[in-house]
């Protein structure tokens, strides 16, 4: 099998290259970067550039799309240059995935698409979303390209995976989520301050969303799959996973407002049935993952 990944040098590109190799599944690389990270095809171009088509082989299995604007705060009163980016540099991608002929597009989406969640409720990819809601640039263009890839299947009959993320923490030196930031302060820091301790997400380890994206591999038709966390996981379970692992307990924790409380909860069950995909790092092996680097 080859494939193309764009955003090949991002923190979810690295993790899937290297398990890309350990499944003998040959990858050719995009990005924006000087060098790459490992030993493969590897071609610095921008996804928006019309000369992309000269970096696509015609014998390609399967285009992965993480190149983005990846963050909200990347996005935040910058809309031309995130819909630039995040939509038009995907339509330019489709554009050229249609010319050769490639079986299937894979595009990584966020599970910030959905708009809102009431206390615990837990929503699946066929939860209604009211555009209206959203205050995020970077979730727009998200969903604006989740549309696109949509209307490109009802036109063509387009292989297209459409893949949200859950909130992703691993090894890495900066982007970090709350699962990195706090376990960095319990394990150099003896105080926290913090919004509400009660405040949950779905947190899901790069090891696994890199496994995710492989399984998914030679779907057929249009699917639209989370790849999140089995369960909530609060920042006070990240604390207290935290000081066991560190074997150290901090001295002064202050929450600021702990009655604003915010849950996000995007089941994984279709995942489950459809690739056979479950999270397999639990946040204590997760934390473990990160000592290095914190």
Request: aromatic share 8%; glycine share 6%.
């Amino acid at each position: 099998m080859k494939i193309i990944v764009t955003g090949s040098e991002s923190f979810i590109g690295k993790e899937l290259i290297k398990q890309c190799k350990k499944e003998g599944i040959s990858v050719i690389g995009i990005d924006i970067v000087n060098s790459m990270s490992g030993d493969y095809d590897y071609h610095k171009i921008d996804i928006r550039s019309p000369e992309i088509a000269n970096v696509i082989p015609e014998d390609v299995d399967a285009l992965i799309h993480l190149a983005a604007l990846s963050k909200d705060s990347d996005c935040r009163n910058k809309a031309y240059e995130c819909f630039d980016i995040n939509v038009m540099g995907t339509l330019n991608l489709i554009k050229n995935a249609k010319l050769k002929k490639i079986n299937q597009f894979i595009f990584a989406s966020s599970e910030w698409v959905y708009d809102e969640f009431r206390n615990d409720e837990e929503k699946d990819e066929d939860s209604p979303i009211n555009i209206f809601n959203h205050k995020s640039e970077y979730a727009l263009s998200k969903l604006a390209s989740e549309s696109n890839l949509k209307q490109e299947f009802v036109q063509n009959d387009f292989n297209i995976t459409i893949l949200r993320f859950g909130i992703i923490y691993g090894p890495r030196e900066n982007g970090w989520s709350a699962v990195e930031e706090i376990s960095s302060k319990v394990k150099n820091n003896d105080e926290l301050i913090i919004g509400s301790l009660k405040t949950g997400r779905r947190f899901v380890h790069v090891e696994d969303i890199a496994r995710g994206i492989i399984l998914s591999l030679g779907l057929k038709g249009m699917h639209t799959l989370n790849l999140s966390g089995d369960r909530i996981i609060t920042l006070q379970d990240i604390l207290k996973t935290s000081e066991k692992i560190f074997n150290k307990k901090l001295k002064f924790v202050k929450e600021e407002n702990p009655d604003a409380i915010s849950l996000r909860n995007p089941s994984n069950k279709r995942a489950e049935k459809m690739i056979s995909w479950r999270p397999l790092i639990n946040l204590e092996d997760g934390i473990k993952t990160l000592e290095k680097m914190i």
